[in-house]
């Protein structure tokens, strides 16, 4: 038996009812028809991203445990050396990039709704093992390793989240809802590196209760696997088929925005990943502070201000078009890494932190325009007269969907990338100056890129 809402009498009933089936299929939806929206779209559209951004929170939260965790392995009885630590802060980006190639596929295939409920629980494995494992500082390097690993699961949700909440937004108001959606999530980096000092410390006394970093989420993680079974719908035009994908993978486009996306979502990531260690190896003094018996870590501050970015990076990538915000990230991203480097020697802890904040909400920013571009430049490409607006055809709006997936999983690669390269400066050099230096380099090799996408985009009089 189907259900039907139907928009207000003034439009065609063809063109708006919304039939809903058992297991919370929809059919009939249609975010560019403005009386559907008006009439019971914007509600549910803003019900499903309410929940996606919650489950996609948690998602971050175990993605980024073991940036947090490490700094706290020596006081707990655990000796690993210089490039171990890399590897534990690094794990979970590489495994969360790869899994958000097939994770982009599962929303066509299983629906929205059961997708997330699906992901959401896989979330209990790291987080449980995470407890398991730090319980016992005899546990091997390689088991290590392992259980960080599985924490790529929280990385694989950001792909098929996105991927689905695409659908649900009519093609003007995509760069704000895309915005919150991954600001939601990429909070949970902020939350972690937050929350884990606090909970293992407090009244702990001299004994760490490092088993709490990743047993204290469960509860919540049970909550997001209800809230999506409860709240939360398919849609049965959400399909991304395989030519779909395909055409994506063919499509100069995701190429030059899976670059783009490495410089500013690779750079979040991989900051928020590597600076909770960056701040315990240069200034060990201010990498902890002791407030009401438990202990804060400043660390959480650029993943904060990041995530807070990115939705008003999206916002006005709406107004000015993505490629205008994403070239001044890009600036502003090279001359904050060469100041952080210049503040370096000067042993001014305050003045490191001002500036890779500076980095960080340029590069929270730059992920929202970034991000905004993707379904611009592939409406472009199925020949609609101004992408910015238009979606263009159905065909157009699942390879977008695809493509903001695959270019997803390319961006997260930064987040192994950036502690690698800083662990091999540290362990080649002693210090980290020549690893954000060669990241200084790159951004402006990608500003180049940029200006002539946008350069591009003026000639042929539209707006990308």
């Given at each position: 038996?189907?259900?039907?809402?139907?928009?207000?009498?003034?439009?065609?009933?063809?063109?708006?009812?919304?039939?809903?089936?058992?297991?919370?299929?929809?059919?009939?939806?249609?975010?560019?028809?403005?009386?559907?929206?008006?009439?019971?779209?914007?509600?549910?559209?803003?019900?499903?991203?309410?929940?996606?951004?919650?489950?996609?929170?948690?998602?971050?939260?175990?993605?980024?445990?073991?940036?947090?965790?490490?700094?706290?392995?020596?006081?707990?009885?655990?000796?690993?050396?210089?490039?171990?630590?890399?590897?534990?802060?690094?794990?979970?980006?590489?495994?969360?990039?790869?899994?958000?190639?097939?994770?982009?596929?599962?929303?066509?295939?299983?629906?929205?709704?059961?997708?997330?409920?699906?992901?959401?629980?896989?979330?209990?494995?790291?987080?449980?093992?995470?407890?398991?494992?730090?319980?016992?500082?005899?546990?091997?390097?390689?088991?290590?390793?392992?259980?960080?690993?599985?924490?790529?699961?929280?990385?694989?949700?950001?792909?098929?989240?996105?991927?689905?909440?695409?659908?649900?937004?009519?093609?003007?108001?995509?760069?704000?809802?895309?915005?919150?959606?991954?600001?939601?999530?990429?909070?949970?980096?902020?939350?972690?590196?937050?929350?884990?000092?606090?909970?293992?410390?407090?009244?702990?006394?001299?004994?760490?209760?490092?088993?709490?970093?990743?047993?204290?989420?469960?509860?919540?993680?049970?909550?997001?696997?209800?809230?999506?079974?409860?709240?939360?719908?398919?849609?049965?035009?959400?399909?991304?088929?395989?030519?779909?994908?395909?055409?994506?993978?063919?499509?100069?486009?995701?190429?030059?925005?899976?670059?783009?996306?490495?410089?500013?979502?690779?750079?979040?990531?991989?900051?928020?990943?590597?600076?909770?260690?960056?701040?315990?190896?240069?200034?060990?003094?201010?990498?902890?502070?002791?407030?009401?018996?438990?202990?804060?870590?400043?660390?959480?501050?650029?993943?904060?201000?990041?995530?807070?970015?990115?939705?008003?990076?999206?916002?006005?990538?709406?107004?000015?078009?993505?490629?205008?915000?994403?070239?001044?990230?890009?600036?502003?991203?090279?001359?904050?890494?060469?100041?952080?480097i210049v503040t370096l020697p000067l042993d001014d802890f305050w003045l490191f932190l001002g500036f890779f904040l500076v980095l960080f909400i340029a590069s929270g920013a730059g992920n929202g325009a970034t991000y905004r571009m993707i379904p611009t430049l592939f409406a472009l490409r199925s020949g609609a007269a101004d992408g910015h607006s238009s979606a263009?055809?159905?065909?157009?709006?699942?390879?977008?969907?695809?493509?903001?997936?695959?270019?997803?999983?390319?961006?997260?690669?930064?987040?192994?990338?950036?502690?690698?390269?800083?662990?091999?400066?540290?362990?080649?050099?002693?210090?980290?100056?020549?690893?954000?230096?060669?990241?200084?380099?790159?951004?402006?090799?990608?500003?180049?890129?940029?200006?002539?996408?946008?350069?591009?985009?003026?000639?042929?009089?539209?707006?990308?």
């Amino acid at each position: 038996m189907t259900s039907t809402v139907s928009a207000p009498t003034a439009a065609p009933a063809a063109e708006s009812a919304l039939a809903v089936r058992p297991g919370r299929w929809i059919d009939g939806w249609n975010a560019e028809d403005p009386a559907q929206w008006e009439a019971s779209g914007a509600a549910i559209a803003g019900r499903n991203l309410r929940w996606s951004i919650f489950a996609e929170f948690l998602g971050f939260v175990v993605w980024q445990l073991w940036s947090i965790v490490v700094v706290a392995l020596p006081a707990a009885g655990f000796h690993f050396t210089t490039g171990q630590t890399f590897w534990l802060i690094s794990m979970p980006s590489l495994v969360g990039a790869t899994l958000r190639f097939p994770y982009t596929f599962m929303v066509p295939k299983f629906g929205g709704r059961n997708w997330t409920m699906v992901s959401a629980a896989l979330l209990l494995i790291p987080a449980i093992g995470l407890a398991i494992c730090v319980a016992n500082p005899a546990t091997p390097f390689p088991v290590m390793l392992l259980v960080a690993a599985l924490a790529g699961f929280g990385g694989g949700n950001f792909a098929s989240s996105m991927a689905n909440i695409t659908f649900f937004y009519p093609q003007r108001k995509k760069g704000w809802a895309l915005g919150l959606n991954a600001a939601g999530g990429n909070l949970g980096a902020a939350v972690a590196q937050f929350a884990v000092p606090i909970v293992i410390t407090i009244g702990a006394g001299a004994t760490l209760q490092l088993p709490l970093a990743g047993l204290v989420w469960v509860p919540l993680i049970l909550v997001a696997i209800v809230g999506a079974w409860r709240r939360m719908d398919n849609l049965s035009n959400a399909r991304a088929d395989v030519k779909a994908s395909l055409a994506a993978l063919r499509a100069p486009e995701l190429w030059l925005m899976a670059l783009l996306y490495i410089g500013t979502f690779g750079s979040f990531i991989g900051f928020s990943s590597v600076f909770p260690k960056l701040i315990a190896d240069q200034f060990p003094a201010f990498s902890a502070f002791p407030v009401a018996g438990a202990t804060v870590s400043l660390a959480f501050l650029g993943a904060l201000v990041g995530s807070l970015a990115r939705p008003f990076g999206g916002r006005l990538a709406d107004r000015f078009g993505g490629s205008t915000i994403t070239i001044a990230a890009f600036v502003v991203m090279a001359l904050g890494a060469l100041a952080v480097i210049v503040t370096l020697p000067l042993d001014d802890f305050w003045l490191f932190l001002g500036f890779f904040l500076v980095l960080f909400i340029a590069s929270g920013a730059g992920n929202g325009a970034t991000y905004r571009m993707i379904p611009t430049l592939f409406a472009l490409r199925s020949g609609a007269a101004d992408g910015h607006s238009s979606a263009g055809d159905v065909s157009a709006q699942r390879t977008a969907a695809a493509a903001l997936g695959i270019v997803s999983a390319f961006g997260a690669y930064g987040g192994f990338v950036i502690p690698q390269v800083l662990g091999l400066s540290k362990s080649t050099t002693g210090g980290y100056a020549a690893g954000l230096m060669w990241f200084v380099g790159a951004y402006v090799v990608l500003l180049a890129v940029t200006v002539a996408v946008a350069v591009r985009g003026r000639r042929r009089g539209v707006r990308i």
